[in-house]
């Protein structure tokens, strides 16, 4: 077969970029670590020498982080005065923790992804799964700090309203349960914006249910918010609104957890499902985001749901057809897609 020399070199170029990607997460995690990003941003520019001493690390390294992630184009290099600095835009996407698009979270799980690749081998050798819980912790920190951002702008404001009569609901005063709560990202912004609610939060990864109780904590909102470790098949109680926040595909299992959301709901109660977005057919996911969400389902999402009962394998990129599929199987008659970003599906289901 003869070689398209342009196709070659095309295709090149992209790999080179991406090794330097690749390369580059063991870059961005010391940036988070030591608060280079942080310290560029607030009070750059600086030498490495003015960085190292403010960060209190060593500027040999210090000079050698900063070439690379030049390099990479995340912070910037001006040879006239031998100083760093960062734009706002590399601001916002790498020191601003608290605003709409933090990426050193994304590139914590990704991390994971790497350190926790020959178990992830095994599984595809031998079978079975590997669980959420057998994960580097990364996974668990760089989840709730990649997603707190999106939830921080789209949850109280567009998805709830999106339910039909959920936010009255909450104004007044309802009994809400998060269903694979992580660290509690999304029970903490719920509950400071209605706090007539009560809030439950539910995982079956004992660490995530304790750093969600500290989060509540330092957030004001215990007395409204409790975190309980349990699986979405035995959670107790009956609840107004059940919310699950990217995990049904994690799940062995999503029609029996279909089930028992149905079994948990007070009369005229809701599930609002959020998972991540996805086309329906493998064709029409082949983009960036589909690139990233496909990688992180070989990885985290089907070795997941593998180690665990039935071992679905949805995967997150499913798509809608496939989630009503779940959702009519647990016995969920009626269904809507209540809103969407490039990042989320919000279904809302009803029995
Ligand atoms: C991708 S994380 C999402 C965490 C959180 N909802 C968020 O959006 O940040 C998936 C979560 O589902 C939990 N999980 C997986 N299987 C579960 C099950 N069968 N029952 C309860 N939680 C489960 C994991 O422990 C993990 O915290």
Redesign the pocket.
Known sequence: MAIDENKLQELMGRMLGDVGAAMGTALVLLGDKFGYYKTLATEGPMTSAELASKTGTVERYVREWAAGQAAAGYINYDAGSGRFSMSPEQALLLADENGPAFFPGMFEIAAAAIRDEPKVANAFQHGGGVG??EHDACLFRG??RF?RPGYAMHLVSEWIPALDGVREKLERGARVAD?????G??VILMAKAFPKSKFFG????QP?IDRARERAREAGVSDRATFER????DYPGTYDLVAF???LH???DPVG?AAHVKSSLARDGTWMLVEPFANERLEDNLNPIGRVFYAASTTICVP?SLS?EVGLGLGTQAGESRLREVLKAGGFTRVRRATATPFNLVLEARP
């Open positions: 959420w819980h989840t709730e997603f269903v694979g709560c992580g660290h990202a999304s539910f995982d079956y990864h995530s349990a699986t979405a098949k926040f990217d995990c994690d799940m062995g957890a997941g665990q």
